[in-house]
């Protein structure tokens, strides 16, 4: 049960501030696209996640996305908000974060993977190295290539629940 084990639970990724990253020497944030970062179905964002980009980027905090949606689909759903993205990453494989840690260099201790599944985010986070964030699915829908996942996930949960009851959700990093 580890490997999907968060380090945080986070209601979303837009309640990661600047000043909490710095804190806790995060420079890298790596993100899902859809649920995390933007709803499966709205790919143009919301001026809350324009607002919460922009305030990383003033801080040198980057921004990439790590995604197993092809090329194109990524590719369309950011180009708008300026961030680089990884696509076909494989979670929960560490094939992306991977990718995205040797081609740019990072720090894995600096780095952190935010997602809304436990099964394909975490579950990366954790084999890759990296601390990983859970955050609430965006919308309560989900597009039918993810539903079989959020069925197993349920039983994911309650066990982590069981095994780990300090696993609750906050508004920011503690």
């Known amino acids: 049960m580890n490997i999907f084990k968060p380090t945080w639970m986070i209601e979303k990724i837009y309640n990661l501030s600047a000043k909490d990253l710095n804190q806790k020497g995060i420079t890298t944030v790596l993100t899902d696209l859809d649920n995390t970062l933007i709803a499966w179905n709205n790919p143009d964002g919301t001026p809350e996640l324009r607002q919460w980009i922009e305030d990383l980027k003033q801080e040198n905090i980057r921004v990439i996305v790590v995604s197993n949606n092809n090329h194109a689909r990524v590719k369309k759903a950011v180009e ?95």
């Open 80 to 174: 708008g908000f300026g961030l680089e993205f990884d696509s076909r990453a494989l979670k929960p494989l560490t094939v992306g974060i991977n990718r995205v840690v040797r081609k740019n260099k990072l720090d894995k201790n600096s780095t952190i993977m935010v997602g809304d599944q436990l099964i394909t985010d975490m579950a990366a986070a954790n084999l890759a190295g990296v601390r990983g964030v859970l955050v609430k699915p965006l919308i309560e829908t989900d597009a039918w290539n993810t539903k079989f996942n959020r069925f197993l996930e349920f039983f994911v949960k309650r066990s982590l629940k069981k095994k780990y009851p300090e696993l609750v959700w906050h508004k920011e990093l503690q």
